[in-house]
């Protein structure tokens, strides 16, 4: 099992910029890919960005691409999304997400384990 623990959320002004943490434990041997995905109110969980274990390879959406970046921690086990240049539509709760196999996959349904979730809010 893996618990995944995020924190780094809160309320920004738009262009402003925000470092999400993503903390795991457990069995973090089942960490091969870790990723970030976020819902806005009333839309489906979407996928942010994904690493994989090196940090050798990573993924994101076409609406974060320039402005985040995902990276991890190896030795903390640790991964963090730098957001930049906010907007108001990244408002959303952001969820760190984790999977074993080595496979990077944008779909929800590809993750066993997720975290419970951190607010960002963007206002203009």
């Known amino acids: 099992q893996v618990h995944l623990v995020e924190s780094g959320g809160g309320l920004v002004q738009a262009g402003g910029s925000l470092r999400l943490s993503c903390a795991a434990s457990g069995r973090t041997s089942s960490t091969s890919v870790m990723g970030w995905f976020r819902q806005a109110p009333g839309k489906e969980r979407e996928f942010v960005a994904a690493?994989?274990?090196?940090?050798?390879?990573?993924y994101y959406a076409d609406s974060v691409k320039g402005r985040f970046a995902i990276s991890r921690d190896n030795a903390a086990n640790t991964v963090y999304l730098q957001m930049n240049g906010l907007k108001s539509e990244d408002t959303a709760v952001y969820y760190c997400a984790a999977k074993s196999s080595t496979i990077m996959l944008i779909v929800t349904s590809g993750y066993a384990y997720w975290g419970q979730g951190t607010q960002v809010t963007v206002f203009s």
């Open positions: 690493i994989n274990r090196s940090g050798s390879s990573t």
